[in-house]
């Protein structure tokens, strides 16, 4: 149904290795973010970008990388360097300050 | 800081009986407030913000300032609300443009 979309569904890394979760959007939207939500935690800022080009940490950047060279597109890295990455991840885009739009998710297990 | 609190992990109802999902936030000026609501296997997706002032799905919110809350209410709950709920509050100052989300609340309603 367009608006954001996330891709893979589903992903399953090893230990030591470094993945990419996509994140495209087609709503024009200036800002995305990425969240990572966890059973009784809510969710969690990863990266947030304002602008192409440009982008800030959140509340648990450690571990994790993103780039902002395009509008529609805002891809996450997970890297080895993040302790606990098994985890369900969420990408959101908006009109800055205003309501946040939400993909359906990718699911990171680490084998 | 600016926090959203969620009191409840789990509300059980049972159908027909109201409902009210506790949300109380800390911030000192003026909150932006949303409700966000994830049906199984659907997407992350905004019920209600307290500026439109709407009522969707027969929830409303009221924000109540002397006593920073933002309670989300249904006088008669169906089958069909069971979801994860989540209150967000749009900040300002060092978050400002993002939400801060609550941990969550998981609406259970049985037959």
Same mark, same amino acid.
């Given at each position: 149904d367009g608006g954001i979309t996330q891709s893979p569904k589903y992903l399953f890394r090893k230990e030591g290795q470094n993945v990419t979760l996509s994140c495209e959007q087609n709503l024009n939207h200036d800002a995305m973010y990425w969240y990572r939500q966890d059973p009784g935690q809510g969710l969690r800022l990863i990266y947030y970008? %304002?602008? !192409?080009?440009?982008?800030?940490k959140g509340d648990i950047a450690e571990g994790y990388s993103v780039s902002r060279e395009k509008k529609e597109s805002f891809p996450l890295t997970v890297?080895?360097? %993040?302790?606990?990455?098994?985890?369900?991840?969420?990408?959101?885009?908006?009109?800055w300050g205003d309501e946040q739009f939400f993909g359906?998710?990718?699911?990171?297990?680490v084998l | 800081?600016?926090? !959203?609190?969620?009191? #409840?992990?789990?509300?059980? !109802?049972?159908?027909?009986?109201?409902? &009210?999902?506790?949300?109380? =936030?800390? =911030?000192?000026?003026?909150? #932006?407030?949303?409700?966000? !609501?994830?049906?199984s296997r659907q997407r992350l997706q905004l019920l209600l913000r307290h500026i439109s002032? &709407?009522?969707?799905?027969?929830?409303?919110?009221?924000?109540?300032k002397g006593e920073t809350s933002f309670h989300l209410k249904k006088p008669f709950a169906q #089958? &069909?609300?069971?979801?994860?709920?989540?209150?967000?509050?749009?900040?300002?100052? @060092?978050?400002?443009?993002?939400?801060?989300?609550?941990? @969550?609340?998981?609406l259970s309603v049985k037959p």
């Open positions: 970008s %304002q602008i !192409v080009n440009d982008f800030q890297t080895s360097a %993040q302790k606990n990455p098994t985890a369900f991840y969420l990408c959101a885009s908006s009109i359906p998710g990718t699911r990171l297990t | 800081a600016q926090r !959203v609190t969620q009191p #409840e992990k789990l509300l059980s !109802v049972f159908k027909g009986a109201p409902v &009210e999902l506790k949300c109380n =936030y800390s =911030y000192s000026g003026s909150p #932006e407030l949303f409700w966000y !609501v994830q049906y002032r &709407e009522s969707i799905k027969g929830f409303t919110a009221d924000l109540n #089958e &069909e609300d069971s979801a994860m709920y989540y209150c967000a509050l749009l900040g300002h100052g @060092g978050s400002q443009g993002n939400l801060i989300f609550g941990k @969550g609340t998981k």
